[in-house]
């Protein structure tokens, strides 16, 4: 489970009681509930970082996964856009091998990449309804409250939250 601190703090600073206690503060509200204390076996301050090389290309060296593109795990996206990058990819070098065209190979970049831009957009705009910038304006924490009530009472907007959740077709 993740929450939102300061991106500078010490994560080795908090004993497992403080995160536990974090954690019920920031779930509490009318229903009651309570959490189900566990064990916490790992802690650190986790960097939300996007990166994108483009082309994911040089000469004959492909880039799939974390060497092409990086986004943070607000997204859930990471390891979905690898296997998406090495299926397409796959089909790009099994069709050069059964046929000699480089047309696959020579598109895999462009190809690959259509999707990591719709999956940076979707974890751009989920960690920014999800996490409130510490510098943020009250405009800009209500206008974050908008648009979470836009999803929470939007048909339209639920769908497009689970398809990009789920994942596109492949190319």
């Not at 497992?16 to 204390?37: C, H, M, S, T, Y």
């Amino acid at each position: 489970m993740y929450f939102q601190c300061d991106p500078a703090a010490d994560a080795s600073a908090w004993t497992a009681d403080e995160i536990w206690a974090e954690l019920q503060r920031r779930v509490d509200g009318p229903d009651g509930l309570r959490l189900q204390r566990g064990p916490i076996f790992e802690q650190m301050v986790l960097p939300f970082r996007s990166y994108v090389c483009e082309p994911m290309r040089y000469g004959n060296m492909f880039l799939a996964g974390d060497a092409g593109h990086t986004v943070p795990p607000t997204g859930a996206k990471g390891l979905n856009l690898a296997l998406a990058d090495v299926r397409i990819l796959f089909e790009a070098i099994d069709s050069f091998h059964r046929t000699g065209s480089r047309a696959l190979l020579d598109s895999y970049s462009d190809t690959a990449l259509r999707r990591v831009w719709r999956a940076q957009s979707f974890s751009y705009w989920m960690t920014n309804i999800l996490h409130s910038r510490q510098d943020a304006s009250p405009f800009e924490r209500k206008r974050a409250l908008g648009e979470l009530a836009t999803v929470a009472n939007s048909r339209y907007a639920q769908q497009h939250l689970a398809e990009s959740y789920t994942g596109w077709p492949h190319a």
